[in-house]
């Protein structure tokens, strides 16, 4: 079964500098996808990053980037130059290649990130 | 472009009452998610549609329905609410559903059953 862990609960950093957010995912499948979201207080669900399972690089959006490890079904997010607006909730997801699947994504239980300034 | 649009943002409703929440996904999208926030259980996959079809469900009672009409245009039902269907509803939206297509979520719906 699918599965996404999120080890950090709560993190802080402080403005203007780097912060790492952790995620590991669990799955028997050779093809997926994995994505990493940002949900401010407002609710909504806004899309940073994504990394297919065959992609060679590291993803990288502006200042965010992607930290894929295969081997080790590891998927960071990395956030340089944190700005006071990046505290929000961050969920790693990832969906399965399956015809089945389709939209079907599993998210993990998120990370709340402040950033200090 | 516009973003995945959901109706109604915000509702307060009495435990038995029915609600539909209704969700218009990025133009040219086809597919259209529904999921489910709660504070103890996450966010939980309910279901997905593409070309008026569900093609997929995840586990949740009969109570929990949905549909999509022709132009993409989604909508949830949930019947006979309880206290603990309170939660934020989100709808997201993709090209067709396959593999690479980035999923683009709504601002949610926050259900309130009381």
């Known amino acids: 079964a699918q599965k996404i862990t999120q080890t950090q609960p709560g993190m802080f950093v402080q403005e203007k500098e780097a912060v790492t957010l952790d995620c590991t995912y669990d799955?028997?499948?050779?093809?997926?996808?994995l994505f990493w979201y940002k949900q401010p207080s407002s609710g909504e669900m806004i899309f940073l990053i994504y990394?297919?399972?065959?992609?060679?690089q590291n993803a990288t959006e502006g200042r965010y980037s992607l930290n894929f490890q295969k081997a080790r079904k590891s998927a960071n997010l990395v956030i340089s130059a944190s700005q006071l607006g990046d505290s929000a909730m961050y969920f790693c997801?990832?969906?399965?290649?399956?015809?089945?699947?389709?939209?079907?994504?599993?998210f993990g239980p998120g990370t709340s990130l402040s950033v200090i300034p | 472009k516009a973003g995945v649009t959901q109706t109604p943002r915000y509702l307060i409703k009495t435990r038995g009452q029915q609600v539909t929440l209704s969700c218009s996904p990025i133009?040219?999208?086809?597919?259209v998610s529904w999921y489910q926030q709660t504070p103890g259980q996450g966010l939980q996959f309910l279901f997905e549609?593409?070309?008026?079809?569900?093609?997929n469900k995840g586990n949740f009672p009969g109570r929990f329905s949905g549909r999509q009409f022709s132009n993409s245009r989604s909508e949830m039902n949930v019947s006979t609410l309880e206290l603990g269907d309170s939660a934020l509803y989100l709808c997201?939206?993709?090209?067709?559903?396959?593999?690479?297509?980035?999923?683009?979520f709504g601002e949610g719906s926050w259900l309130t059953v009381v």
């Open positions: 997201a939206s993709s090209l067709t559903g396959g593999s690479g297509n980035t999923i683009y």
């Open positions: 799955t028997s499948d050779q093809s997926y996808g």
């Open positions: 990394q297919g399972s065959y992609d060679e």
């Open positions: 997801a990832m969906r399965e290649y399956l015809k089945t699947s389709y939209d079907k994504v599993i």
């Open positions: 133009s040219g999208h086809r597919s």
């Open positions: 549609y593409f070309s008026e079809t569900q093609r």
